[in-house]
């Protein structure tokens, strides 16, 4: 059946190899279902139902992937996208989290009828590469900014808005120690770095009393308080349009850089250099997303840490499929979820934004038309501490920038509609 299923031998690989890759990409993701929780319940979501949600979603997608598209790409609540929707949509523009939810669910329609329809590649391939990294880049600082934040290492300063904390709280010193811890073992190439980075953390905030223990397992958390709680009348809201988009772009820019990433680790593009069963990849995706918003959680999206897996041999999907497993038995630890504190997922954040940062390397910068708007893309998602706002920028000093310098031929059909859109938007909406 399996062979049948997934093609093994087609593809080299075995069961035995399969379910050891499997494990292995789950180790490395499995930070998600400590650290989701912790940022959406400060919208006033209930943690357990969250917790509940991410694991679900985590396995619907990771197990449409492998079932439908046959590929070894597991898939979970997005990183700082869950962040976007918990401080900004929520927290600094005041709306409501189940019409931030509507919103998720939107895009992820929206996600699928692209991918369907084929306008998806279109799109993608029309976005400057500088602006795709500087959109990662900004995600890995408004990430950090988060993190530092939560831990009090950094504070509010009226004088200069911001200024450092106290580094010698617990809280501060428990955060860089877990981030050094994460990143030394990441060096050494352990699996699972990240999350053994948290439970080192988190026990020893146990020793020093900075957190309460729960238990280790229990009967998986009700779903009832997020549980189809979407507001799809709130989020009519004309001025949510920005939002449904910024959730869709960063899902786009996700999906198909991890696709296209993990693909060329484990040698699965075709010898054109495309991807093949890449619709059903997309729709994977995209139903993921939706499943995700409908149960409660922010999007979800593919995992570069699939990577991790694929070099430990995985090929095929039923790769993903163990992942969604694993995701399924981790309901029954919520009480472990619960018992983590601020300082074990703020190195985690840390870490991620890290890896998001480094897309800088990549920009062209002896070229000033390309990276003066990836720079000030990134740096306007840490500052205004909205990543919509960043994107926004790209687009809008990328048009700008090539049209005042001469560079028209640089500029797409899809870039100038883009920026003329969010350039409408700042005129009429604010």
């Known amino acids: 059946m399996l062979e049948k299923l997934f093609k093994l031998q087609a593809h080299g690989t075995d069961v035995k190899t399969e379910v050891i890759a499997g494990l292995t990409t789950f180790l490395t993701m499995a930070y998600i279902i400590v650290v989701n929780p912790s940022i959406l319940s400060a919208t006033g979501m209930d943690h357990g139902a969250v917790f509940t949600a991410t694991c679900i979603a985590a396995a619907i997608g990771s197990m449409i992937m492998g079932l439908l598209a046959n590929y070894p ?49 279109w799109i993608v391939n029309s976005i400057p590469k500088s602006l795709r990294f500087g959109i990662s880049a900004g995600i890995g600082f408004f990430l950090a900014l988060i993190a530092l934040k939560n831990v009090g290492i950094i504070v509010d300063n009226p004088a200069t808005l911001v200024s450092m904390g106290n580094m010698l709280a617990p809280q501060s010193l428990l955060t860089l120690f877990g981030f050094f811890l994460i990143c030394a073992l990441a060096h050494r190439k352990v699996t699972g770095a990240v999350m053994i980075g948290i439970v080192v953390v988190t026990i020893a905030a146990l020793l020093l009393g900075l957190t309460e223990y729960k238990g280790l397992m229990a009967t998986p958390p ?17 001025g949510l349009i920005t939002i449904v988009f910024t959730f869709l772009f960063v899902d786009l820019f996700d999906t198909s850089g991890t696709l296209i990433a993990a693909a060329h680790r484990g040698n699965l593009l075709d010898k054109e250099g495309k991807l093949p069963r890449l619709k059903r990849a997309l729709m994977a995706d995209s139903v993921a997303t939706m499943s995700g918003a409908a149960l409660g959680t922010s999007t979800t999206t593919s995992y570069i840490e699939s990577t991790a897996g694929i070099s430990a041999g995985g090929r095929t999907g039923l790769t993903a499929v163990v992942v969604g497993i694993l995701f ?17 997922t703020a190195p985690a954040l840390l870490y991620v934004s890290v890896l998001m940062a480094g897309g800088l390397s990549h920009i062209d910068w002896d070229d000033i038309t390309e990276a003066a708007p990836a720079v000030l893309t990134a740096l306007m998602m840490a500052f205004t501490f909205s990543i919509a706002n960043g994107i926004a920028a790209g687009f809008v000093s990328y048009v700008a920038i090539k049209l005042l310098s001469g560079k028209v031929k640089d500029l797409s059909v899809s870039v100038m509609v883009i920026a003329g859109l969010f350039v409408a938007k700042f005129l009429f909406l604010g």
């Not at 009700?222 to 004309?238: E, V, Y």
């Open 73 to 121: 790409i597991a898939l979970a609540p997005g990183m700082g996208i869950n962040a976007f929707f918990a401080f900004v949509v929520v927290g600094s523009m005041g709306y409501d989290w189940q019409v931030a939810l509507a919103a998720v669910f939107m895009s992820g329609c929206i996600f699928f009828l692209l991918s369907i329809f084929k306008v998806r590649e």
């Open 222 to 238: 009700s779903l009832a308080p997020t549980f189809l709680a979407m507001d799809f009348a709130g989020a009519m809201n004309i």
């Open 328 to 344: 399924l038995l981790s309901l029954f630890f919520a009480p472990v979820a619960a018992i983590v504190p601020a300082c074990a």
